[in-house]
Every structure is written in structure tokens, then in C-alpha cells.
């Protein structure tokens, strides 16, 4: 099922970050198949992935699409961020990718969960149970690079930057899940002076 805003008008001509609350490996395919019914959403993406992924049947496949594998951990962080801006430049705007899908959890839920309480912990965050803070360093870089510049009219008083971006800023709203009984697709769509809500 699917619930919330139809974003099939926004699939054509914007340019949108999708943040997924990452659960289990069955997000992918079910975020797939959602987006199968989105128009050019589909085939006009650029996923985020774990490098685990890369010689994988499916890492293969997302290889010769252009999608982006991070090696994750504190020795590669800077490295790996300026490689996703690099990948961006050379990527996202050459192929003429509209999505970029990210969870900002960074990774599996069961790796993260103790590492996310505890840095809740320290710094004062909600303790969850069914989901991890999101990590940011990615969502950064990708705003970074295909975000708003400084300095950037619209004609409608918005913000925008060299490449045609309105996007202004990202909320990542975090919160725990109730008891999953159905699988469920949940968008909602704001005006270009927001960005999506994680769900």
C-alpha cells in the first residue's frame, strides 16, 4: 500500500533526495517496486550503498548504472566524502539522475542500533528502539554538491543554485515504529523551500 502525497508530479522535472528509514534488505525491492509507478523515478536514480554491496549480482548491476558504494568507518570518512562529491559532479549531473535514495542510518539496523543509543546517550537524543539516528556526512556532502549556492536569485524569491537546485535545507524527523503488521509506502511532498521528511 501506499499512503500520503502523490509525488508522480514531481518525478519528471525535480530533482529530490529520498531518505529512507532503512529497516531490513527488503526495503530496496519494496522501495523498487514503489518507484516503478513514479515515471522516470525509476531508471533516473542514483542509490547509496554500502561497498559490501559492490560484487554483489545486484552491486554489479548498480556498477554500470552509476550508483554510488561508501566505505563507511572513521579511517575513510573525509576520503569517502570527497569521492560521493567527485562520483556527483561526474554522476548525477551528466546522466541526468532526479533521485538520489539514501538512508541516513548509514547501514543495517542491527550493526547500528547499539553504536545510535549510545551516542543518544551522550549528546541527549531520544533513546529509539526501532530505528537509529540518522548520520549526516553523506546528506551533507550531497547538499553540498548539488544543493543551493550562495548568492542565487530565482525569479520567485527562492534561492537556487548554478545547476538549477531550489533545495533549501533538509529535516530528518526520527521517531519509533509501531508493530509492523503491512508493508506500507509513505511519501509526503512539500514545496521546493522544504525537503522531504523521513517516515
Known amino acids: 500500500y501506499e499512503y500520503g502525497d502523490d509525488v508522480r508530479k514531481l518525478c519528471v522535472n525535480e530533482r529530490i533526495i529520498l531518505l529512507c528509514n532503512h529497516q531490513s534488505t ?3 525491492p519494496i522501495l523498487m517496486t514503489t518507484l516503478q509507478s ?3 523515478a525509476s531508471r533516473k536514480t542514483l542509490w547509496l550503498m554500502d561497498v559490501m554491496f559492490r560484487w554483489t549480482p545486484f552491486g554489479i548491476i548498480a556498477q554500470m ?3 554510488y558504494f561508501i566505505r563507511q568507518g572513521k579511517a575513510t570518512r573525509e ?3 570527497i569521492r560521493l562529491k567527485d562520483h556527483l559532479r561526474k554522476v548525477f549531473w551528466d546522466r541526468d539522475r532526479r533521485w538520489i535514495i539514501l ?3 548509514g547501514g543495517f539496523y542491527y550493526k547500528r542500533i547499539e553504536s545510535s543509543q549510545k551516542y543518544g546517550r551522550e549528546n541527549g537524543f531520544p533513546h529509539l528502539e526501532h530505528t537509529t539516528l540518522p548520520r549526516y556526512g553523506a546528506i ?3 547538499m553540498e554538491e548539488v544543493g543551493p549556492k550562495k548568492g542565487y536569485n530565482y525569479t520567485d524569491g527562492m534561492t537556487v543554485s548554478e545547476n538549477g537546485s531550489k533545495l533549501q535545507f533538509i529535516r530528518d524527523t526520527v521517531g519509533a515504529i509501531r508493530e509492523k503488521k503491512y508493508i506500507k509506502g509513505l511519501f509526503s511532498a512539500f514545496p521546493q ?3 522531504c521528511y523521513n517516515f
Open 65 to 67: 548504472h552509476g550508483d
Open 26 to 28: 527488503a526495503d530496496v
Open 103 to 105: 538512508f541516513p542510518e
Open 140 to 142: 551533507k556532502a550531497i
Open 193 to 195: 523551500t522544504f525537503c
Open 79 to 81: 576520503k569517502e566524502l
Open 38 to 40: 513514479k515515471g522516470v
